[in-house]
């Protein structure tokens, strides 16, 4: 069975850091992109960071650009997630996915966990 299981959220500060876990499922996580996108409370569901299969390729959403790093370990079977300078705006719920393509559209993602909380207080 495949899972995503995210952990590292929590309640911060603004200007404070943060990193995101997401534990794959093996088989998944080796064949596969990786992506974060985010859902704040009355909103869609955005784009975050995604990076390829090797780590070569990195996108990132205009929003974060700059204070958010994607990365991952694929001998943990691992992505991370690193945000710096946050700021109230990016508080959401935190979602990883896995999918075949490296992309930064949500339906491009076949596999999702089931959130971490990120809150920034000002």
């Known amino acids: 069975q495949v899972q995503l299981v995210e952990s590292g959220g929590g309640l911060v500060q603004a200007g404070d850091s943060l990193r995101l876990s997401c534990a794959a499922s093996?088989?998944?996580?080796?064949?596969?992109?990786m992506g974060w996108f985010r859902q704040a409370p009355g909103k869609e569901r955005e784009f975050v960071a995604t990076i390829s299969q090797s780590g070569g390729s990195k996108y990132y959403a205009n929003s974060v650009k700059g204070r958010f790093t994607i990365s991952r370990d694929n001998a943990k079977d691992t992505v991370y997630l690193l945000m710096n300078s946050l700021k109230p705006e990016d508080t959401a719920v935190y979602y990883c996915?896995?999918?075949?393509?490296?992309?930064?559209?949500?339906?491009?993602?076949?596999?999702w966990g089931q959130g971490t909380q990120v809150s920034v207080s000002s």
């Open positions: 996915a896995a999918g075949v393509v490296t992309s930064t559209e949500a339906h491009a993602y076949s596999y």
């Open positions: 093996g088989r998944i996580f080796s064949s596969g992109s």
